[in-house]
């Protein structure tokens, strides 16, 4: 059986997307999943930083103080989970990957399941390999 994907985004919320690390980390512990289980994170941040708009900038310069540099925008986290389940734990599999969209952390990530005939299944294959 080949491998399944989850794509999950969690957007900037890094505090959410822990809480997904930590789950899995419990489930692939209770559940004996070492292997089974894997994911790996991406995070991207913005090429373009924000420009400070022209009525901040006027503010500032009649005072004499040097504009504020605003923060970057965070960066983007993204989750990629893999389920690696033989051909023989086939209901073992599905339940999982009925389950692990539908859990707390990862229902509001907008889940994307990639199956072996979908077409971003290579793609996201060499992604996750990428990645470290």
Known sequence: M?????????????EVAQQARHKLEVWKQAFRLDKKVLYKFSRSTPEAPIKEDAAE???SKGKGKPAP?????????????RLDF???EKI???????RIPTEDPFKS???????????????????????A
Do not use: C
């Not at 080949?2 to 890094?14: A, K, S, V």
């Open 2 to 14: 080949p491998h399944i994907y989850m794509h999950f985004d969690f957007g900037t919320d890094e």
């Open 57 to 59: 900038a006027h503010k």
């Open 69 to 81: 540099e605003k923060a970057s925008p965070a960066e983007g986290v993204k989750l990629i989970v």
């Open 86 to 88: 033989s051909s023989h």
């Open 92 to 98: 073992t599999g599905q339940r999982w990957l009925e």
């Open 109 to 131: 990530a907008s889940p994307k399941v990639l199956k072996a005939n979908d077409p971003q299944y290579a793609e996201t294959e060499q992604q996750f390999e990428d990645l």
